[in-house]
């Protein structure tokens, strides 16, 4: 019980030192209070409209409000900070305290409220909502609320995003209460969600695809040309040149016609290195002088008559002998 009390006491001498502020500071508009423990001592940040005049002439009433609150609140070593505004329009404790100045000057309260609603959405704010509560035109008390925009009224969006700020306006009916609640303007609430496009990275990777494309071309028209070059170097390795290697295969075909008649002369000619070097001198000279006695005959016969002579006969032999066959 001992912390709760502990608690519960701090809390209470904070409001009473924000209503002294709001007292004290009042012409310069004051917009909120901030207390913070240091190791050093307190620090009191004063949040105002116009920070000239909380600081006064050479600091004067700055050094006379660390007293008051050093011996009136009983802070330890207090250090006040002041900040200015913004943008006032968007600060709930100033435009209520704007709001409650109106109407005391004799201000219609539904005027004032739709006057200072439109001033704060005009600033950018996501939705305002302002209470004026107390005798508003009849000895009854009743409730008037002006409001526009998006407003949170629960939930931890209303804590972290709505602003709250109240003033109290006195006239000859009695007390009016004036409530402004305002939404920041960067607020984020969790309903709201960004569909995000789906990513542009196929298109990007297309590129580079199609360069590999262009290089595994090449290296499969580089290893084609490779396996070409050693098709070539292969026998060439092994000790048989390719030209040579089918040179012995028709000199082969051609020994073994040979003894049945007339080829021996291009079979010598097509192998003149597998046989030897003394073989080719003597069998070129036979063909040489076998052939002038039997290839000069040959085509006198061969260009003129022996064609016509040797197509006619052919067709009536055939016949007559397919007919000899048939009667045999």
């Known amino acids: 019980m001992a912390s709760e009390r502990k608690f519960v006491t701090e809390n209470i001498r904070r409001v009473l030192l924000k209503e002294y502020m709001m007292a004290r500071v009042g012409r310069a508009g004051f917009g909120g209070l901030d207390v913070q423990r240091t190791p050093m001592g307190t620090r009191v940040t004063l949040i105002t409209e116009r920070p000239g005049l909380v600081i006064g002439r050479r600091g004067e009433a700055i050094k006379s409000l660390t007293k008051a609150i050093e011996q009136d609140f009983k802070f330890n070593n207090p250090q006040i900070e002041v900040q200015e505004v913004e943008n006032p329009n968007l600060n709930a404790q100033i435009m209520a305290e704007k709001l409650a100045n109106a109407l005391e000057r004799g201000w219609h309260f539904r005027r004032a409220g739709h006057s200072t609603v439109r001033r704060i959405m005009d600033s950018g704010a996501r939705g305002c909502q302002v209470i004026i509560a ?40 009695g007390v009016m209460g004036v409530t402004v609640q305002i939404m920041d303007p960067n607020a984020r609430l ?139």
């Open 134 to 173: 107390g005798k508003l035109t009849g000895a009854r008390h009743r409730t008037e609320k002006f409001k526009e925009g998006h407003i949170k009224y629960c939930g931890q969006a209303k804590l972290n995003f709505m602003h709250q700020g109240f003033a109290i306006a006195k006239l000859k009916p």
């Open 190 to 328: 969790p309903d709201e969600i960004d569909i995000i496009p789906p990513p542009a990275a196929p298109a990007a990777p297309a590129e580079p695809t199609a360069k590999p494309e262009a290089e595994v071309k090449a290296e499969e028209a580089k290893v084609s040309a490779a396996v070409e070059e050693l098709k070539k170097t292969a026998p060439t390795a092994q000790g048989a040149p390719p030209k040579e290697a089918p040179k012995p295969k028709r000199v082969k075909k051609k020994k073994e016609g040979e003894p049945a008649g007339g080829a021996t002369a291009p079979s010598t000619a097509a192998t003149p290195g597998t046989p030897g070097e003394e073989k080719k001198p003597v069998r070129k000279r036979k063909k040489k002088e076998e052939q002038p006695a039997s290839t000069k005959p040959a085509p006198q016969e061969a260009i003129v008559p022996a064609p016509v002579q040797a197509i006619t006969p052919i067709e009536e032999k055939k016949p007559e002998t397919k007919d000899e066959k048939k009667e045999g």
